[in-house]
């Protein structure tokens, strides 16, 4: 049973640049949630998305942007990327109706901005 | 404004005895909280939850310990290991505000537990 898988591992971008990341959730689990994780800092919701629309939002600018494809799968896209963007991008899969049903992290995307 | 605390950066414990680390909290709404583990270069692990109509939840050599009216919760590794060395991190949501699913998580800035033989 596979887990959480994201892609790429790593990226290098420029200020200014565009970036997807993307994320298939665990096998079974209908909802994706997209958390930030910037270096000694917890990790920080972007948004969750199920039935491919956004359920919730956090504190993020409208630069940041999702979609959540039939299959379940997700992606999180960030336009005109700054310095402060660079961070771990955590994607966690879950059952939308389930307080005991566990956010499962995939290993994230290490996001550099030069 | 941070809504879940983790004030201690770091713990040192000696192999075999117990680790405890500790979380406060501020949004009363909040109603269920996590602890996760989480090793360099891996996503975060789960590890235990409690819901708040508890006080107390164990799993093998995990306990969390929930003490609503101090808004503060503990996480209690007995016997401590070598492995159990990692980052951990108390989480916290409000799920009635989202229908009862655990909605977006609040997380501390972590703890890092190292364990020495």
């Known amino acids: 049973d596979a887990g959480v898988t994201q892609s790429p591992t790593h990226l290098i971008k420029t200020r200014g640049q565009q970036v997807t990341l993307r994320c298939s959730p665990k096998?079974?689990?209908?909802?994706v949630s997209w958390y930030q994780q910037a270096l000694g800092q917890g990790p920080q919701f972007i948004f969750q998305y199920y039935e491919e629309e956004e359920r919730q939002r956090g504190n993020f600018p409208d630069r940041f942007s999702g979609h959540q494809f039939p299959n379940y799968s997700s992606e999180l896209n960030v336009n005109a990327l700054l310095l402060g963007d660079s961070a771990l991008y955590l994607c966690?899969?879950?059952?939308?109706?389930?307080?005991?049903?566990?956010?499962?992290f995939g290993p994230g995307t290490r996001l550099t901005v030069l | 404004d941070q809504q879940v605390k983790q004030n201690s950066p770091s713990l040192s414990v000696q192999e075999g005895r117990i680790s405890i680390l500790n979380c406060d909290y501020t949004?009363?709404?909040?109603?269920?909280f996590l602890w996760y583990k989480k090793y360099p270069a891996e996503g975060p692990t789960f590890l235990i939850s409690i819901s708040s109509i508890k006080d107390k939840n164990e799993d093998g050599r995990f306990t969390v310990f929930l003490n609503k009216s101090a808004k503060h919760l503990s996480l209690h590794i007995v016997p401590s290991q070598p492995g159990d060395s990692a980052v951990y991190f108390c989480a916290a949501s409000a799920t009635m505000n989202y229908g009862g699913s655990q909605g977006n998580l609040i997380f501390g800035k972590g703890t890092k537990l190292s364990v020495k033989p």
């Open positions: 966690a899969s879950s059952l939308y109706r389930g307080v005991t049903d566990t956010q499962y």
């Open positions: 096998s079974g689990h209908d909802t």
């Open positions: 949004n009363s709404m909040f109603d269920y």
